[in-house]
């Protein structure tokens, strides 16, 4: 029954596997439910987070040793897919719908549809923008791969495996050549 259609999934779902149109053509990408639900997050809630407070404290260990060991650290911040994919398909996927999928992992979502769909892309920086904001108060470099991800994307490349969370090769590519370029531009 592998082939057989199921009911309801075009009109409920229909935008997963999400559907990148590109000049090289279409990739697809898929992800769970709650790596959307993860993004959702208000960035005062995301500062008061345990998870952001271990994170926190972590790299802070690593600068202070950096600092003590005198040794360069620099923080490569590496998003998750959703985070690098939806801005470049937000008006192909219906707000009903992409709640519809967060509730999977989110039932507790009041908000309707169209506010769910606004808000959920105004916090996709949320957790980029805390790491870079405590890497620049802590003199720490910080190097994104968010653009150059959803660059290489747009124009094509398969940056993420479909059914994996993780770089492809391509992915990976993007990725050291931005490294090259930051580390010859900041030896």
């Known amino acids: 029954g592998k082939d057989w259609p199921v009911p309801g999934y075009r009109e409920q779902m229909g935008w997963m596997p999400l559907a990148v149109p590109t000049p ?4 697809y990408y898929s ?4 790596r959307l639900a993860y993004l959702n997050t ?4 995301f500062a008061a987070s345990e998870d952001w407070h271990n994170v926190q404290a972590i790299l802070g260990k690593f600068a202070e040793l950096s600092h ?3 040794f360069r650290l620099v923080v490569v911040y590496a998003p998750s897919a959703p985070h690098v994919l939806m801005p470049l398909v937000r008006d192909r996927i219906p707000a009903d719908q992409l709640l519809q999928f967060v509730r999977y ?22 957790q ?3 790491v870079m904001a405590w890497c620049a108060t802590q003199r720490v470099e910080c190097v994104s791969t968010t653009a150059a991800l959803r660059q290489a994307a747009a124009a094509g490349r398969q940056v993420y495996f479909t ?17 090259s370029a930051y580390f010859q531009q900041q030896p």
């Open 163 to 179: 059914y994996d969370q993780h770089w492809t090769p391509e992915g990976n590519a993007v990725v050291a050549d931005l490294l």
């Open 128 to 130: 980029e923008n805390a």
């Open 31 to 34: 992800f769970v439910p709650k």
């Open 42 to 45: 208000a960035a005062d809630s």
């Open 105 to 126: 992992k989110d039932e507790q979502i009041t908000a309707d549809a169209d506010t769910f769909k606004r808000q959920l892309f105004e916090r996709l920086d949320t």
């Open 24 to 27: 090289a053509g279409t990739q």
């Open 68 to 70: 003590k060991d005198n």
